[in-house]
């Protein structure tokens, strides 16, 4: 993996996350799982870290894959490639288009983008349902019903999805919470 | 307001500030705003807070990452494109050095069964996490039910037929238009 082609790879997923970081991850999913970069299970340890640490989470992610890929030089082309195309279009759109987004086109492009981002950010989700809660592609390779259906996934994701909903506390806190529960219970 | 003498002196505070907003913010995007507030409209005086507000509403409808789009906005009109530049630096910085020193620590740990264990449950925290995210997008983004179908198109065709989510971007953002003309159409 050059430099140059980690900056080109993240300058196009840059290009085409529009309404923030968590948009950049079923871009980032496709790109590194594509590449076979990592495996879903590494991958989605990433996404713990980046969203733990402060930063922005795309930042973080672009750091992660970067640093992993091509060391300390690889980390620092991949976050330039993905904020590159925002210091460029937001550069020429704060000298030219200042009032682009109340166009009715511009609306209308975002109103059918939108709902679609979170489709794709559900694909993320479903994702690391199936390799962390339900391992369908244990399930696959065994055949084993025990391999799907795992109790102990199961209570954790169930404390942590209950106490999520009841205390909305910093992500930091479930993500610790969890990796204590796996280092005792799994 | 304070205002620096040259505008080396500018700019690096324009990269300090980010630099400490990118230090005490986590996730990016919508939480940040409060941050930005504070140090850019309360503490310097850069921006008024209408404008951080459009700034921020132009950020989440152009390419790029909310936090990074604003702070590029910021610089910008604080000090031109050296400022755009400087404060994204400043944004970014903080991500840079958190993540190697925290990576490169998981990396020489990662064959620990303990570790392992750990980012098993790591993960499960993770698929609660977007899972929440996922509902709070769907009640904000899903309003119709052709933003259902959109939705639910994305979900199917990047999860399970495998397209590239970038040729779903476009598809969208190109339906959202005809959508527009079509009922543009209807009006008239």
Known sequence: MTILSLYLIFFKIGLFTIGGGLAALPLLQSEALGRGWFSSSEFFHMVAISESTPGPIGINMATYVGLEQAGIAGSVAATLGLVSPSLIIIVIVARYFFHFNEKPLVQAALSGLRPAVTGLIATAAWNVVTVAVIPVVDFRQSGQIGDLLKPLNLLIFALIGFSYLKWKLHPVVYVAAAAVAGMVLL | MKSPDTPTARLRELYSTFFKIGSVSFGGGYAMLPMLE????????????????????????????????????????????????????????????????????????????????????????????????????????????????????AFVTVGFLGITPILVVVTAALLGTLAFFIQGRHKS
């Open chain 2, 38 to 153: 504070k140090e850019l409209s309360e503490k310097k005086g850069w921006v008024s807070e209408e404008e951080l507000l459009d700034y921020y509403a132009i950020g989440q409808s152009t390419p790029g990452i909310i936090a990074i789009n604003t702070a590029t906005f910021v610089g910008y009109k604080t000090a031109g494109i050296k400022g755009a530049v400087a404060a994204t630096m400043g944004m970014i910085s903080p991500s840079l050095i958190i993540i190697i020193l925290i990576a490169s620590f998981l990396d020489y740990f990662n064959e620990e069964p303990l570790v392992q264990k750990a980012l098993k449950g790591v993960n499960i925290a993770v698929a609660v996490l977007l899972l929440s995210s996922v509902w709070k997008f769907a009640g904000k983004t899903v309003k119709n039910i052709g933003g259902a179908l959109l939705c639910a198109g």
